[in-house]
Nanobody
């Protein structure tokens, strides 16, 4: 499966934005999908994941409260809603897909850059 993340850009503190991860070339609905965040100069970190039919989600402590992951298999898309953006949300957001271990995905999409400015 090929993945492509989009929806990033320059936002202000307190804004909301929704990132999209579109899949192609495979049975998208068969994959667990995760979102990851790489702040400038730091390691990439796992944020959230969603199961195949979207009925179960998981968030790390850093993502709880302001982030929401969802999916629309009819559109081969997983979303990451970010609310009340903070400067620390700045970085590259990537999505990954795997059949088993979503925190170590076999397939990665090209990331999308989010910059939160004051």
């Amino acid at each position: 499966v090929q993945l492509q993340a989009s929806g990033g850009g320059l936002v202000q503190i307190g804004d909301s934005l929704r990132l999209s991860c579109v899949g192609s070339g495979g049975a998208f609905k068969d994959y667990l999908i995760g979102w990851f965040h790489q702040p400038p100069g730091k390691e990439r970190e796992f944020l959230a994941s969603i199961n195949r039919d979207g009925s179960n989600t998981f968030y790390t402590d850093s993502a709880k409260g302001r982030f929401t992951i969802s999916r629309d298999n009819a559109r081969n898309t997983v979303y990451l809603q970010i609310n009340v953006a903070r400067p620390e949300d700045t970085g590259v957001y990537s999505c990954g897909a795997d059949h088993i271990i979503v925190t170590k995905p076999a397939y990665w999409g090209q990331g999308t850059l989010v910059t939160v400015s004051s």
